[in-house]
């Protein structure tokens, strides 16, 4: 794999959540696999909170872990879910520290599995590089955690203003505007498709070709992809 600067964006919630009783504990997990895990070619954490007052929280877990990355905490307002706080994430990189070749998004419930778990997403000239795709409307994740080229995101911040295309919900992550994440994770990378057609380049692909991509479905693990393949990342749910 080339030399890549990837900062990892991940997406904190720390309210009320259909499969994560104590989302403290949740992100103190996290915090430990990632700690282990050491994962390679990320020059930068962002820890991106829907929700303000929580970032004594994050700092006092991260300074109790044995975490020792470079990060940085964004705290926003709870609209949009995941893919909001990774467009708001993105966004302040782009416009403030635009040090970095790729953007991962994650949410707080997955963690990378191996060190060098990039090298499974990084896909030279495709825009966005996903776990799983699916076009199913009522399905989840049908677009799940994945890897964003910084070049596509520059320019489609520069055409519209924003990196992902995303409507607002407020709420905890339930009813309404759970309906509403789930109308995001199709849709939220339709700035990508159409810049990525002005750049003449393939804006979207995944990994279950080559992996075995492990999902959390309510509680439950369903695997998809090949079924002896590597497991770049895991569900914390079960680990």
């Known amino acids: 794999m080339v030399n890549i600067n990837v900062c990892l964006v991940v997406q904190l919630y720390f309210g009320k959540r259909r499969n994560v009783p104590d989302p403290i504990l949740n992100f103190r997990n996290f915090l430990e696999r990632v700690s282990t895990v050491k994962p390679h070619k990320i020059g930068k954490f962002c820890f991106v909170i829907n929700g303000y007052g929580y970032e004594d929280i994050v700092n006092e877990l991260i300074n109790k872990s044995d975490f020792d990355s470079d990060y940085i905490i964004i705290s926003r307002e709870n609209v949009g879910m995941s893919y909001a706080g990774w467009n708001c994430a993105i966004k302040h990189f782009l416009q403030n520290e635009d040090n970095y070749t790729h953007y991962f998004v994650i949410k707080d419930d997955y963690v990378p599995s191996l060190p060098d778990f990039l090298q499974f997403y990084y896909t030279p000239n495709v825009s966005f590089v996903a776990s799983m795709v699916s076009y199913y409307p009522t399905t989840h994740a049908s677009i799940s955690n994945g ?8 320019r489609t911040l520069l055409s519209f203003g924003e990196v992902f ?10 009813g309404h505007s759970y309906r509403v994440g789930e109308i995001n994770q199709i849709g939220f990378l339709e700035y990508i498709k159409i810049i990525s057609g002005v750049m003449n380049k393939p804006f979207l692909t995944d990994i279950s070709s080559k992996c075995r991509i492990v ?11 090949i079924s002896d393949g590597p497991v770049p990342l895991e569900p914390l749910n079960g680990l």
């Open 147 to 154: 890897m964003l080229s910084a070049d596509v995101a520059r």
């Open 165 to 174: 295309s995303v409507k607002s919900g407020v709420g905890d992550q339930s």
């Open 215 to 225: 999902f959390n479905f309510l509680g439950y693990k369903k695997y998809y992809g």
